[in-house]
């Protein structure tokens, strides 16, 4: 069986080889897991790694759904929520974020809300990243994590308000309820 990704450009309305989809998709997936992973430059590398390399030994199947970005982002979600019950690792988390260049917004806000959410459970983590960062519905949050949408919005709101209490009163003006 030819795993083998083709260079050559898709023909107009036949879906996008596997190499064009990593290419445009790259860029998102590795923003997502970079949240998911609380700021952890490697391991959101890895995680997309690992997304894509699960996507290309399936690319036939899944180049014909509706949404194979969508399908990304779930495989993405469900590899770093299963990523600690397969790691057995020596690695030693640290508190210091790696220099990073900011374009915009405020950096030490950033830092702030990456460490707080580095606080929440994977699964909360995974809510708020998905509804808030990436702008999901709770219906597109809910098929990505495999949860009913009433999950969702419980797991939001109970992830929202430790993130509240964690920030404390100087944050509650940017974070209303």
Do not use: C, I
């Amino acid at each position: 069986m030819d795993h083998s990704p083709t260079t050559e450009p898709a023909a107009p309305g036949a879906p996008p080889t596997f190499l064009e989809f990593a290419a445009a998709r790259s860029r998102p997936l590795y923003r997502t897991a970079y949240l998911l992973t609380g700021g952890d430059v490697h391991l959101a590398e890895d995680l997309v790694q690992e997304a894509l390399s699960r996507m290309f030994v399936r690319w036939r199947r899944v180049s014909r759904l509706e949404n194979p970005a969508g399908y990304a982002q779930t495989v993405l979600v469900n590899t770093f929520l299963s990523l600690r019950r397969r790691r057995s690792s020596t690695e030693k988390v640290t508190g210091e974020f790696p220099e990073l260049a900011v374009t915009d917004g405020d950096p030490a806000l950033r830092v702030t809300l990456l460490q707080a959410l580095q606080q929440v459970s994977r699964q909360d983590r995974a809510v708020l990243v998905l509804r808030f960062w990436e702008d999901r519905s709770v219906e597109e949050t809910a098929a990505a994590l495999q949860l009913t949408t009433s999950a969702v919005r419980s797991r939001s709101h109970r992830a929202l308000g430790r993130l509240r209490a964690q920030l404390g009163d100087s944050f509650a003006e940017r974070f209303p309820r």
